[in-house]
C-alpha cells in the first residue's frame, strides 16, 4: 500500500473513531492497514482519552530549565515525588519509573516516555497518578505479568551509562526493595496474599526471605556483578524452587551463579571412617544412597550403612566387612535392587565375587566367578531391563559379560576386545524399555592399546555374538576409565573417555546409524584422569584426576562442553 492510501486511510479513521492521527496510525499498523480490521480493534479495545494538554502542563511544573524534553533531576523528581506522595526509594517509585521510561539509575527521565506512560493509563492529573502510584504495591503482589515488567525494567533503569551489568550494590538494593516485601518468611507461603510471586501450577512461592539473604551473602563472597540473564532468571528461579531445593533442575539452562548457589546450599561432604588398613580404589552408593560400599588394597570390602550419618565425620563401627578375594580389590558394584540386595566386587587375583545380602547385615557370596585368567580392573551391570548381567573386564584381554537365570544358573559370554588388557567397560542405557525382547545391547571398553570399542548384542541375532562397531583412536596412551551417560531427555547417545595421556573425550552420536564425533575437553589436567562418572541426569561429567582434582563438565547452549567446577 502506498502513502497516499494510507494517508486516506487515517483520515477516515479519524473521522469515525473522533480519534486524533497517532492513534489512528497505531491501529491501522497493528492490523496490516487493514480498514475494517482497525475499526473492530478500536471499538472492541478504546484507547484511554487523556488531556493532552493538562499532562504537558503538569510537565511543565518538573521539566529541566536547560533541556524541556527531560525532567530536571534532582529537583524537579524531588518536587515530583513530594507532590505524588511517594517514597523516591519504594516499590512504588520503580513501578512509576516502569511507566515512565525511566533510566541511567533513575537519572533521565524523558517527556516523551513520560507522556507516553501516564497516556497510557489515563493519568493526566496529579490525582490520577497518586492514585496509580500508591495502588502499584498490592498490584506488585497480585498481578504476575506487572511484576514481570517493574522487575525487568528496574534492570535496565539501574545500568549506569554504557553498562550492561547492575552492581551488586544497586542489585541488592532492588531485590530488597522490590522481591523481599513479597517472599514469605521460613515455613510459610505467599499463595494467598503474593500471587505475582507464585508457581505456575499456583502454588505459593517457597522461596524465603532467609534463602534471599544467602543468595546475596553467597553474591558479596563472590564479589560478582549482576548480568541481565542473571537478574532475569533469577526471578523464575524464586518462583520454581522448592524450600530445599529438591525439584532444582540442573539441566536447564540456568546462569552459572545460580548453578554454583545451589551446590553451595547443599550440605557439606560426610567423612566416613571406613577402617581399611590400605588405599580405598573405589567406593559406590547403593541404588537408595543409603549404604556406601568401599573396596581396598587390603583385600577387603567394607559395607557402611550411611542413612543416619552425621554431617562431620560417621563412624564404621557396625559396618560388614566381606572377605574372600587374595589382592586388591579394585572395584565394587551394586545391582538393581530388582534383583535384591546384590553386590558384584572385582580384584587383581582375577576373581569376580558376587554377595547377597541375608538377615541384617550378614552377606553371604553366592557366586565365584573365575573365568579370567588375569586382573579383574573394572564392572558394571546392565541396564535392569536386560536383566541382572554383569560385564566384566579384565587384563587378560577380554571382557566375559555374565547373565544370571531365575532358576539359579549362570551363562557367560567372551568378548576379546583389547590384547594388551582391559582397563574399563560400561553400558549403554537400554534404549527402549517397552521392548525388551528386541532390545539391543551396548557397551563401551577401554584398553591399554589406547582405544575405545563399541560393541553391540542383538537378541534376535542367531549368531548370539557380540560384534565390534566401533574403534575410537582419540587417545595417545592407556585409556584409564569409559563412562557411558544416560540419556534421560537426550536425543543423543554420549560417552566418554579418560586416559594415561591426560586428556579426556566426549564421543556422541545422533542416531543409532549415525557416525561417532570424537570431542577432546579443552582442559590442561596435570595428571592421569582415571575416573569418570555422569550425573542420573546426563549432562554433567565428573572427571578425577592423579593429582587429587575432580572437575565438572556440562554441555552449553552451543553445544560445547564447559567447565563448571573445579580444576582452577
Not at 50 to 56: D, G, I, Q, Y
Not at 409 to 421: C, F, N, P, R, V
Request: with cysteine; aromatic share 10%; hydrophobic share 35%.
Amino acid at each position: 500500500m502506498n502513502a497516499s492510501s494510507q494517508r486516506q486511510r487515517i483520515l477516515v479513521e479519524e473521522q469515525i473513531t473522533n480519534t486524533n492521527n497517532d492513534t489512528a496510525t497505531r491501529f491501522l499498523k497493528l492490523n496490516g492497514w487493514r480498514f475494517d480490521d482497525a475499526l473492530d480493534e478500536y471499538f472492541a479495545n478504546p484507547p484511554i482519552q487523556v488531556n493532552k494538554s493538562a499532562l504537558t502542563k503538569l510537565w511543565n511544573k518538573y521539566k529541566d530549565s536547560d533541556d524541556e524534553n527531560v525532567m530536571s533531576v534532582p529537583d524537579g523528581l524531588i518536587e515530583y515525588g513530594a507532590d505524588l506522595d511517594v517514597d523516591l526509594t519504594s516499590m512504588s517509585a520503580l513501578a512509576l519509573a516502569q511507566l515512565c521510561g525511566a533510566t541511567l539509575q533513575a537519572e533521565h527521565w524523558p517527556k516523551q516516555s513520560w507522556i507516553s506512560g501516564w497516556s497510557g493509563v489515563g493519568g493526566d492529573t496529579l490525582d490520577k497518578q497518586k492514585d496509580y502510584v500508591h495502588s502499584a504495591p498490592t498490584k506488585l503482589s497480585q498481578d504476575r505479568q506487572f511484576f514481570n515488567k517493574v522487575y525487568a525494567h528496574t534492570f535496565e533503569m539501574g545500568k549506569g551509562q554504557g553498562a550492561r551489568i547492575l552492581s551488586l550494590e544497586d542489585a541488592k538494593a532492588y531485590w530488597s526493595i522490590l522481591l523481599a516485601p513479597h517472599l514469605p518468611d521460613e515455613q510459610a507461603t505467599c499463595q494467598d496474599t503474593h500471587a505475582s510471586l507464585n508457581k505456575d501450577s499456583g502454588e505459593g512461592c517457597q522461596f524465603t526471605k532467609q534463602m534471599l539473604d544467602a543468595w546475596i551473602e553467597y553474591l558479596e563472597q563472590e564479589n560478582v556483578a549482576v548480568t541481565k540473564d542473571t537478574w532475569l532468571e533469577f526471578l523464575n528461579f524464586v518462583r520454581s524452587i522448592n524450600a530445599d531445593f529438591s525439584n532444582f533442575d540442573d539441566t536447564a539452562a540456568w546462569p552459572s551463579l545460580i548453578d554454583d548457589f545451589v551446590e553451595h546450599t547443599q550440605p557439606n561432604p560426610q567423612s566416613i571412617e571406613t577402617c581399611h588398613q590400605d588405599a580405598i580404589h573405589d567406593a559406590q552408593l547403593d541404588y537408595y544412597g543409603k549404604r556406601l560400599a568401599t573396596a581396598s588394597s587390603d583385600g577387603t570390602i567394607k559395607i557402611t550403612d550411611i542413612s543416619q550419618a552425621a554431617d562431620s565425620t560417621y563412624g564404621n563401627s557396625n559396618a560388614a566387612s566381606l572377605r574372600g578375594h587374595q589382592g586388591p580389590v579394585w572395584q565394587v558394584a551394586w545391582a538393581h535392587p530388582n534383583y535384591g540386595s546384590i553386590l558384584a566386587s572385582s580384584s587383581y587375583d582375577g576373581k569376580v565375587f558376587i554377595w547377597k545380602q541375608e538377615q541384617g547385615n550378614s552377606w553371604t557370596r553366592i557366586k565365584d566367578h573365575t573365568l579370567h585368567t588375569s586382573s579383574v580392573n573394572s564392572i558394571s551391570w546392565a541396564p535392569h531391563e536386560l536383566g541382572p548381567t554383569l560385564a566384566c573386564a579384565s587384563s587378560d584381554g577380554n571382557v566375559s559379560v555374565l547373565t544370571f537365570h531365575k532358576d539359579g544358573t549362570w551363562e557367560a559370554s567372551i568378548l576379546a576386545a583389547h590384547k594388551l588388557g582391559v582397563s574399563s567397560v560400561s553400558w549403554a542405557p537400554a534404549t527402549s524399555p517397552n521392548d525388551v525382547a528386541g532390545l539391543t545391547s551396548r557397551l563401551v571398553t577401554g584398553g591399554c592399546d589406547s582405544l575405545v570399542k563399541i560393541w553391540s548384542f542383538k537378541r534376535s541375532n542367531e549368531n548370539k555374538q557380540w560384534q565390534c562397531d566401533e574403534s575410537i583412536g582419540s587417545h595417545t596412551d592407556w585409556v584409564r576409565d569409559v563412562a557411558w551417560s544416560p540419556n534421560v531427555g537426550l536425543s543423543k547417545q554420549y560417552l566418554a573417555s579418560a586416559s594415561q595421556d591426560r586428556s579426556v573425550f566426549i564421543h556422541t552420536q545422533d542416531t543409532p546409524r549415525s557416525p561417532w564425533t570424537s570431542t577432546k575437553l579443552n582442559h590442561d589436567f596435570k595428571d592421569t584422569v582415571w575416573r569418570l562418572s555422569w550425573s542420573l541426569s546426563g549432562n554433567v561429567l565428573a572427571a578425577s584426576a592423579g593429582d587429587g582434582q575432580v572437575t565438572l563438565w556440562k554441555e552449553n547452549l552451543e553445544n560445547v562442553f564447559e567447565l563448571v567446577s573445579g580444576g582452577l
